[in-house]
């Protein structure tokens, strides 16, 4: 069923960076910035004990704890558990995303999709978040750029463990909703087609956005939408490139994803508009996408994000957008409602 209504509003805010993604953030400048969310009106918060191996999830608890409970909407994850126990961050095995939390909390992080895992999972992240209940779960990148060609397996031990829990948690009315959180279109894909358990929303990370999105309109949108499962748009900065940052991906970004973003730029500066605008305002302009979530660190990044959101972007930037092919041609653009 559809969870859109219950997002209140278009922008949420993503923590990833908030796990001290890519630096040591100080306490006190992550707290802000959630603050500074909130006081922007953003009501949607997404986390995951992944995030600097809890830290995230202490961060947004702690700030969250002066505001009323229902006053806000919480998705946090599950398929890592966090441990009291030890290991050192720089060598963890992330896949493609290798040390973008070694500045977080070194406690070991455990892979786990059963069923038994999801519920510690989920009590452990109701204490760190310091709250009772959460409304949406995600299963965390059950995908390639993770488990490689084990990925597959992963995913059976999620259908039959991860997905089947939050299935019967949504029913029972514990939780509002449940889908995946990842960085590839296989696993969402894969999800869509299966008779049970049904999911209600998905977080796309990173596979629709003004890089990378035609893959993600052949059949996981259309797909979605035809099933009433809500998009939330993840990484919609691409990690930072779309947004004046240096990342593409979690990494330092390539010569040619500069040249491209650079391209983009020319064409914004010519009509008087920010990358940042346009890349928001690109995600959500497909029907399919409930709300978009972009991550930030400092509270000076959400005033941005506000501003960007009601820029007013003319339909010639997206027409020549369109012209230079550096959006697809099927891809729904803000101005063709205009
Ligand atoms: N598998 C999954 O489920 C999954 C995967 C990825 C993301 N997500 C979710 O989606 C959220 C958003 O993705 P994301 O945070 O990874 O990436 P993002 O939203 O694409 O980009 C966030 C980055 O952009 C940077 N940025 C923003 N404005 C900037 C500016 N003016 N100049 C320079 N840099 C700027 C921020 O830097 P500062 O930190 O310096 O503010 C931050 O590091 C995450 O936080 C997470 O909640 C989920």
Redesign the pocket.
Known sequence: MSIRHKLQGKLGF????LGN??RNIPEAEALATVDAAWEQGIRYF???PLYGAGLAELRLGEALAKRKREDYVLST?VGRVILDEIEDPAKREMGEKGGVFEHGRPNKIVNDYSADATLRSIEDSLKRLKTDHLDLV?V??VAQDFYGDDWLRQFEIARTGAFRTLDRLRDEGVIKGWGL???RVEPVEVLLDLNEPKPDVM?L??RYTLLDHERSLQRLLPAAAQRGVDIVV???????I????T?FE?QKASPEIIARVERIKAIAQKHGISV?AAALQFALAHPAVASV??????PE?IT?DHAALNEKIPAAFWQEMREQKLVAAGAPLPGDKA
């Open positions: 993503g923590t990833a960076p993604m890519f997404d986390t995951a994850k995600f965390h990148d959180g990842v960085n977080l990370a990173g993840g990484g919609p900065y691409s990690s930072g779309l947004a004046g940052g990342h979690y940042k979530i972009p991550g930030a660190s400092r990044r941005e």
